[in-house]
């Protein structure tokens, strides 16, 4: 990864949560390859982010929805200093 991870556009964001707690094939995808998914999504530096977000099992689609407010936080802020939790517990 080159550099930090920069933050993502809020619609960008929004597509990828609704995604990860909707649709079981964009799951599968973001856990096999999250660069794949997130260039799915128009994150504008799929790479880069996709060093924060990786993940060996995502956490449950309800979980996700019910923590979409703090990962929008995190997905948006000016700088991403630290990973974001998306593993199931």
Do not use: Y
Not at 21 to 33: G, H, I, M, P, V
Not at 59 to 78: D, G, M, V, Y
Request: hydrophobic share 45%; charged share 20%.
């Amino acid at each position: 990864m080159a550099g930090k991870p920069a933050a993502l556009p809020k619609n960008v964001v929004a597509t990828l949560l609704d995604k990860l707690s909707s649709d079981d094939t964009f799951r599968a995808l973001f856990e096999k390859n999250p660069v794949q998914a997130l260039r799915q999504v128009g994150a504008p530096d799929p790479e880069g982010c996709a060093g924060c977000m990786t993940v060996k099992k995502l956490a449950p689609k309800e979980a996700i929805k019910a923590a979409s407010a703090q990962l929008t936080t995190q997905f948006t802020a000016a700088l991403m200093l630290q990973p974001v939790r998306l593993d199931a517990s």
